[in-house]
Each structure stands twice: as structure tokens, then as C-alpha cells.
């Protein structure tokens, strides 16, 4: 899960498909494609929000995302067409680029939608969020059960 600092939208990402599939046969993990966060707890306001919905994601720390992730993962999904530009412009070969996905292009009828980035907004942009994510990570969780 990528988005752009790793404090908003892909911890949540994280954290709700981590709720949903089984820990013992998935690996899901987040980053961002800046540097300014690395090390930080997400927003409080993502945290409070997946605390809500009984996602707890108050144990992630930011870290920026690299080229040893396109060999740890088997999908990378961003955020949003800035992220994807972002990770595919360090994509090593096109097998690695094949890997990245925009996450709502996993939902029928939210083909190319950006998960919108709520750090200048207010609880309710939060909320939105966590649901639009929700709802995609329902989608792919099914996919991969």
C-alpha cells in the first residue's frame, strides 16, 4: 500500500486489509513515496478513525518506499496516479512494473479513482477514506481468499 507520506491513506490500507485476510498467509505492508514521515506513528486522525472501525494502526511507523519492495511483494497498490507515476519511474524491469496497481481499479465502477489524500482536511475527509478503503480492500481480500 503507497501513498504519498505513509502517515494517512495507505497505514489505513494496511491496516484494514491486514483485518481482513489471515495473518498467517499474507504479508501486507505500507509506505510512501516521500521521506518526510519516515519513523512516525500515521496521523492521529487515521488512527482515530480505523480505532473507530476497531483497526488498530497506532504501531506503524512511516518508511519510504524502495526498489527491494518490488522483489518483497507481489502487488503494489498506490494511492492514487501521482503515486503510481512516482513507483513505476523506479521500477527495475517490466515484471516489476506489472505489479503496481491503482488500489480502486479493484472495485467495479471506481476504475482509475484516487483514494483522495485527507491530510488538509477534516474528520469527515477521514472517514471517507476509511470507507472507500474498506470497501476495496473487501473487494481484494475476496480475490485472494
Same mark, same amino acid.
Given at each position: 500500500m503507497v501513498c504519498l507520506?505513509?502517515?494517512?491513506?495507505?497505514?489505513?490500507?494496511? /491496516?484494514?486489509?491486514?483485518?481482513?485476510?489471515?495473518?498467517?498467509?499474507?504479508?501486507?505492508?505500507?509506505? /510512501?513515496?516521500?521521506?518526510?514521515?519516515?519513523?512516525e506513528a500515521p496521523d492521529k486522525r487515521s488512527i482515530k478513525v480505523g480505532l473507530k472501525y476497531g483497526v488498530d494502526i497506532s504501531n506503524q511507523r512511516a518508511r519510504q518506499f524502495n526498489k527491494k519492495d518490488f522483489d518483497a511483494f507481489d502487488v503494489i497498490y498506490v494511492m492514487d496516479a501521482n503515486n503510481y507515476c512516482d513507483v513505476i519511474a523506479m521500477a527495475p524491469t517490466q515484471d516489476a512494473k506489472a505489479k503496481v496497481r491503482l488500489i480502486m481499479d479493484e472495485l467495479p465502477g471506481f476504475e482509475n479513482t484516487a483514494v483522495p489524500d485527507p491530510y488538509w482536511g477534516t474528520a469527515t475527509d477521514f472517514e471517507h477514506v476509511f470507507q472507500l478503503l474498506d470497501k476495496v480492500c473487501s473487494e481484494i481480500a475476496k480475490k485472494l481468499l
Open positions: 507520506g505513509n502517515i494517512c491513506r495507505s497505514p489505513l490500507a494496511e /491496516g484494514i486489509l491486514q483485518s481482513k485476510l489471515p495473518k498467517s498467509d499474507f504479508l501486507v505492508d505500507s509506505a /510512501g513515496t516521500g521521506g518526510w514521515h519516515v519513523g
